[in-house]
């Protein structure tokens, strides 16, 4: 996938595509005959009780979970129409294309403009190609994307672990950018966050609604319900349902979904 | 309502009983160290001159200076430092950011715990069986830094794998997570941030290499040389070892002699330590996360 994210679109909108995908850690196993298809620039949220596979499937999109050497996976899974686990994939390119932010903020221990910069230079080597002022152009522009350009502006040289959580995530969102991937992963990005910062993260990831497929795992309902398009429900590894957030909230088609949603267990 | 009942009163006289225990344990483990530099200062201090340092033995090493084996000493550290540092920073690398655990991780790691467990006059008959015999290095400055490698890179890896670890995990997966590869993980965020904990474990290492005697004694260190070594394959002298020579082994050598080696060396590694210490107050102080 060298392809610029603007040049390529997959089949009929479809961003992430798996088929019977099954996976297991050692002996136990994860996920099983995963079948979904994440649609294209909107955003997907996946919810689900702790250790139903949400992250698991997350961190398969990326190919992450494969540091663990004892992992596992049948079936395929197609980013853009392309397969991910295929020969000759390179994991660097994968991951430029599919961007991660994680639970708890971890911007590196650099300064924050660094960390935006950071996936610039790693992709090429010591950024020589990117001049000097355009990569103020790229900073700020993936500042001002995650709302984050005002309150940072005077301070690009201060270290990003200085921030405040709000902003450390904002930042982690924003280091994403400059390699203009197409598809952002995130675990659980407000759980370690405030209401207040919650909210302020929750708005920022809307505005990026069309320009990514964005998928959110998320404990909190009401952030699923508020933040996003479509929903999957899943339950020990298994997907229950996927359809339109609205629809799932108002009518679910599966007991066990609606179960959940009103919080029967979790 | 609130004054103590039995068990209360009870209670503390076993609380003071443990602490005063403990304190007293503390002491007595520093009351060695006070003594031994209070000795070696009042009975070495007034060996202490520029000539002292600065100038060779002379009258069969009963007047004179140390300043063959100073140098001696400052050549063997050095080289021994240049073969154990790369090396073992390289296995530590190796052994935190790529190795998979696995039984043949588990078996090098287990390999270099009991390699720091060796007694230092095996390694020294190691050394002359390797390097001076075997590789034919002769007895020389190679061979005993060497020697010295080879016993100190345990504490070496074990010191900068523990800085490397402690570096969070969280920062790896976000730099793998952007695409780096472990290379540039490691070359961006894992060494800037572990660097100040390797640097204290190689000054320690410096400290513990400058002290010892067994390893060099076969290997390159001489009793007495009239000349400095001009390069690795020379013999040298050596503190240590010509602590060992004047204090047993040369008949009417004035008391204050040996201490005052003593002396110089203790300074030596004490400077070391502390320089150490200092510094890895100052990294730290470099990082917040």
């Known amino acids: ?266 | 309502m609130f004054g103590p009942a039995e068990y209360n009163i009870r209670n503390e006289r076993t609380e003071r009983l443990w602490r005063i225990l403990f304190l007293v344990m503390t002491i007595l483990l520093i009351i060695p160290v006070l003594v031994i530099l209070a000795t070696l200062i009042v009975k070495g201090g007034p060996a202490l001159s520029w000539e002292f340092l600065f100038d060779d033995p002379k009258d069969g090493m009963t007047k004179g200076g140390i300043f063959p084996a100073l140098v001696g000493t400052i050549w063997l550290v050095t080289v021994a430092l240049l073969v154990s540092v790369p090396l073992g920073v390289a296995a530590a690398l190796y052994l935190s950011e790529y190795a998979p655990d696995n039984l043949f991780t588990r078996a090098i790691n287990l390999a270099i715990i009991n390699l720091a467990g060796v007694p230092s006059i095996v390694h020294a008959l190691f050394g002359v069986g390797a390097f001076v015999i075997f590789f034919g290095f002769g007895t020389s400055i190679l061979s005993a830094s060497l020697t010295l490698a080879i016993m100190t890179l345990p504490v070496v890896i074990v010191a900068t794998k523990e800085s490397l670890q402690a570096v969070p995990y969280a920062f790896r997966e976000a730099c793998w997570s952007m695409g780096a590869t472990r290379w540039q993980t490691i070359r961006r965020v894992v060494l800037p941030n572990a660097v100040s904990g390797i640097l204290t474990g190689i000054i320690l290492e410096v400290s513990r290499t400058t002290g010892e005697t067994a390893p060099i004694m076969f290997t390159g260190a001489a009793f007495f040389l009239p000349f400095l070594p001009e390069g690795i394959f020379d013999q040298t002298m050596a503190l240590s070892l010509h602590l060992f020579v004047v204090s047993t082994q040369v008949p009417n050598v004035p008391e204050h002699l040996p201490y005052g080696v003593a002396l110089v060396l203790i300074a030596m590694v004490l400077i070391m330590n502390s320089a150490s210490i200092a510094l890895r107050i100052y990294l730290r102080s470099l990082k917040k996360w």
């Open chain 1, 1 to 266: 996938m060298s392809q610029t994210a603007s040049s390529i679109t997959g089949q009929d909108g479809i961003a992430v595509e798996t088929r019977s995908l099954n996976l297991w850690y050692g002996d136990f196993q994860a996920l099983f005959d995963i079948d979904l298809k994440v649609r294209q620039g909107i955003i997907t949220s996946l919810i689900g009780p702790s250790g139903c596979g949400k992250s698991t499937f997350l961190r398969s999109i990326n190919r992450i979970n494969e540091r663990l050497g004892y992992v596992r996976i049948t079936g395929g899974i197609h980013l853009l129409g392309h397969d991910i686990y295929a020969e000759g994939v390179n994991l660097s390119q994968l991951r430029k294309q599919v961007g991660m932010v994680f639970q708890r903020p971890n911007p590196l221990p650099i300064s924050i403009r660094d960390n935006v910069l950071f996936a610039v230079e790693i992709h090429d080597e010591g950024g020589k190609k990117a001049g000097r002022a355009n990569k103020e152009e790229i900073v700020e522009a993936a500042l001002r994307r995650v709302l984050l350009w005002d309150s940072v502006k005077d301070r690009l040289n201060t270290k990003a672990t200085t921030l405040s959580l709000e902003e450390q995530q904002k930042l982690c969102i924003a280091r994403l950018l400059p390699v203009k991937p197409s598809i952002l992963l995130m675990d659980e990005p407000c759980s370690a966050l405030d209401p207040k910062g919650t909210e302020a993260v929750e708005e920022m990831i809307w505005e990026l609604r069309g320009d990514y497929t964005i998928l959110i795992v998320t404990h909190n309902m009401a952030q699923a319900r508020r933040a996003s398009e479509e929903c999957i429900f899943m339950l020990m590894g298994k997907v229950v349902e996927h359809t339109a957030t609205a629809d799932m909230f108002v009518n679910p088609k599966d007991r066990r979904t609606a179960d959940y949603i009103e919080g029967r267990y979790g």
